[in-house]
């Protein structure tokens, strides 16, 4: 064996020392992705992670390596994160063929969807252009029950019923008022009029609204049909339309009738957004930064930027693969599914008693200044103000009955209130509120502008 060979063999018996570290630490983090999957935890700990990295460089004596190793920890550590995801994401992982709903030509499938049970799993396709090829990505060879808005432009419903067998295509009038057992009754027996049987299906043309409510009304008819979600608005595209949360409002308080009901895939093209006017264009990007704050600072960066956050269909694709890895990890919204609620205490009880002054995104968005650390506050400030955002309350608002809205809450735990708060961007925690803290953080809403 001449030098080279004995130096070659050197760094061959590292390497396979490397290679059995790997899997031993890969193994490590799979038992970490179970323990956090059971006991409800954010996959993320930006904290714990510094405090490993820095620990580990800390142990490499030369200097000028020190860098070099740090670089490479940071890979590990990214590698081990997505790997962790996918183990909470039921391994589906992005783009898993298992997933694929469409034909050969059904490119590109950006996320997909599994609860870790076989055979449950849904398709999202995220492509310009894709209402016109509907066809070639969704089963419309059956009778289709398509649901749209009066604001949403009638040619994108238009266009994907020209692709049906059979379409029939039903028209609610724009606004969170649709959201109403009235409207779930009327769009039943209009879907029973069109002789939907339980082979046929429902599809959702427009924002949260008509997804909402054309959810519902699938999981309802003949005890529940298939449904697709074509979403229309920014913030249908970054979160409702995945997740199957569907729901109508009852005596003022939202959501307060609904059920889980998954679409069998979600058609996402960003084209339909030329017609969206700005303002609810910034109502989408709300919830996009609430994906930021509580599960990627990166993402968070990009709003930053003044350049701009880029192209729409990468943020859409990034919001979705936060989404798509939380819903999979918690689909009944038990445990880190609730991390997505975020700002929506508030931002519930403001948009209640705003009366249609306040959008649910611009609720939410004044919902989440006071949840977070004061250093986050101050990064997040600039960002809303950036995206058109509001960052107070201008318009005379009755904290009272905001009260009585976020009294029906969903998350209410007797007279204490589970809350989401961002210690750090990136992270969050729950943490409970009492009904008087509560009424503190609100007034802190109305005037958080001038507070910081
Ligand atoms: N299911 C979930 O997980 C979930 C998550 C977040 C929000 N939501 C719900 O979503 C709803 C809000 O959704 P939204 O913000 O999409 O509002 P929206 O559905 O009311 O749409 C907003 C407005 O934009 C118009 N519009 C839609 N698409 C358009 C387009 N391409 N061009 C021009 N105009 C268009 C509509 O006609 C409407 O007037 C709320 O009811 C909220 O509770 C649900």
Redesign the pocket.
Known sequence: MNDLQRLRAGIDRIDGELARLFEERMAAAAEIAAWKRENGRPVRDPAREREVLDRAAARIEDPALRPRFAALMEALMAQSREYQSGLLDGAAGISSPACRGGGPASRPVEGCLSHGTPGIGYPIFLERGALSRAASLLDLDRRVFVVT?????AR?AETLAAQCRAATVFTIP???AS?SPKMLTALLEAMLRAGLTRGDCAVAV???????LTGLAAALCLRGIDWYNVP??L??MV??SV?G???VDLDGV??AVGAFWQPRAVLIDPE??E???PR?LS??LA?AVKMALTHDAGLFARFEDPAGYGPVEDLIAACLRIKTAVVAADERDHGVRQALNFGHTLGHGLEAAAGGRL???EAVALGMLPMCASEVRARLLPVLERLGLPTSVNFDLDPEQAIAAICHDKKRLDSRFVTVFVPEIGSWEFREAGLNELRGLLTGCEGVRHDC
């Not at 808005?149 to 432009?153: A, C, R, T």
């Not at 427009?206 to 909402?212: A, F, L, N, Q, S």
């Open positions: 808005d009066d604001g949403v432009p994108y724009r606004g969170e959201k427009g924002g949260g609204v008509v997804g909402d229309t608005t913030l249908a979160d409702s997740g949360k569907t729901a939202k959501n339909l957004l017609t969206l006017p609810q109502n989408g919830e959008l649910h995104g």
